[in-house]
């Protein structure tokens, strides 16, 4: 049924590259079978509630500039918020989102009421879930948004706040399996610090520790079989924050002996200000055996904090989703577009052709990568340079046949100099560009 909100707009709909039709796709063809899957499996695309649906229009120099018809602080307007929604991820073919509890209800003057609101609005979702076969690729609590969070949330220095959360993320948890979702995230929006002089990093990370321990555990108790998922995320808005980039997440899972049971959420905007690219962050993942899911944007790069704009950058997407497929694609995750529209963009139409761009540079960047891999284009210039270590000597070192001395007077005896070997960067980056 239709809200309005959307006015005549029909469903977004496959027309091939010579379309000129700005709400259609020209290179999303959810049923086109690349590496012997429908796009539409390989890319998993989801909508994020909160961008789409929960932002005002603000940013950190102005306020609101969206009028929306379902904001406000009832069950009423919530529920209307969730029609439109529903109506969106039909017209734009998407099969799955994702959400915060903040995005989805109004905050209740108790926890109680909030949890109560949650479930209530969560029935509402079922509803609409099965009607339209949209799914939920992950819930998530927000516990940075309320001044309650303002020191942290697992890491706050009270541990009434610390219990706080974590009862709010027991009934996102909750929530999530009942509709069943495919993984739960946990974004440390604040878990973090502004300055030293009033932190104990020891005993926040401690904390941080063992609130992930007990959502695993949790999880598990409940029958939760999706994938437990942390969101990198740097210096935004603190000075530090303890899930800092893969690398950082990787070292705390350790550290709590959880790198068997968590895995990580990577988003572009956050690597790009972690120092990093996309694609670093996505093989590390991969490489650590940890990589579950991505969040899809870009960042300006005029502009030094997470601006979340759609993607249009299809080289970028292109080595993204090249490590994606090497680490073997989405298995529980997917492409989330955790993006929002510019204050300016404020019709309906928008928001609907801010999604379709995004999806078709998603399409273009996979479909790219996929024919990267299946032609060797820089697998096999990749196997030539490391072939060396294919040798029964080499092979011996890093398997601990070899001693240091033995090493060195093998060097020794040889009595020749290794010859450095061209590492052909511009090469391949020419070999990328003439699939993008």
Not at 13 to 28: D, I, K, Q, W
């Amino acid at each position: 049924m239709s809200t309005g909100f959307f006015g005549d707009i029909k469903s977004v709909t496959f027309e091939g590259s010579e379309s000129t039709n700005p709400l259609a796709y020209r290179f999303y063809d959810p049923d086109e079978v690349v590496m012997g899957k429908r796009l539409e499996d390989h890319l998993r695309f989801a909508v994020a509630y909160w961008h789409s649906f929960a932002w005002p229009g603000g940013d950190p120099f102005g306020g609101q500039t969206f009028d929306r018809p379902w904001f406000g602080d009832t069950m009423e307007l919530a529920r209307l918020k969730a029609d439109v929604a529903f109506e969106m991820f039909s017209l734009l073919g998407t099969p799955y989102f994702c959400f915060h509890d903040a995005d989805v209800r109004p905050e209740g003057e108790t926890l109680k009421e909030s949890i109560a609101r949650l479930d209530e609005i969560a029935d509402y979702f079922g509803g609409k879930m099965e009607t339209t076969g949209t799914k939920l690729l992950w819930g998530t609590a927000n516990l940075f948004s309320h001044r309650r969070y303002m020191a942290g949330a697992a890491t706050n220095p009270d541990p009434d706040v610390f219990a706080y959360a974590a009862a709010t993320v027991k009934s996102c948890v909750d929530v999530t399996k009942r509709l069943g979702g495919e993984n739960y995230v946990l974004w440390g929006g604040r878990e973090g610090y502004e300055t030293l002089l009033n932190t104990d990093m020891k005993r926040e990370r401690e904390q941080a520790g063992r609130f992930l321990s007990m959502v695993v555990d949790y999880a598990k108790k409940i029958g939760f079989d999706g994938t437990i998922l942390i969101e990198p995320k740097p210096q935004e808005p603190t000075k530090h924050q303890y899930d800092y980039d893969v690398a950082t997440v990787y070292g705390f899972l350790k550290d709590f002996g959880l790198e068997g049971e968590v895995k990580v959420n990577i988003e572009q905007g956050h690597a790009i200000l972690a120092g990093h690219s996309f694609e670093h962050e996505l093989a590390l993942a991969n490489a650590l055996g940890i990589f579950g899911s991505i969040d899809m944007n870009r960042n300006d790069y005029q502009s030094g904090w997470d601006t979340d704009q759609f993607p249009n950058n299809v080289p970028e997407m292109a080595l993204a989703y090249y490590q994606i497929l090497l680490g073997g694609g989405f298995k529980t995750g997917g492409t989330n577009f955790d993006a929002k529209l510019r204050r300016q963009s404020l019709d309906p139409e928008d928001l609907l052709a801010a999604h379709v761009g995004g999806i078709d540079c998603c399409a273009r960047g996979l479909k790219a990568a996929a024919k990267m891999i299946e032609e060797k284009a820089l697998i096999e210039p990749l196997e030539k340079r490391y072939a060396g270590w294919e040798d029964s000597e080499a092979k011996a070192m890093l398997a601990g046949e070899r001693t240091l001395d033995q090493i060195s007077e093998r060097v020794l005896s040889k009595g020749t100099e290794p010859q450095p070997r061209s590492g052909r960067q511009e090469w391949l980056e020419n070999v990328v560009n003439r699939y993008v």
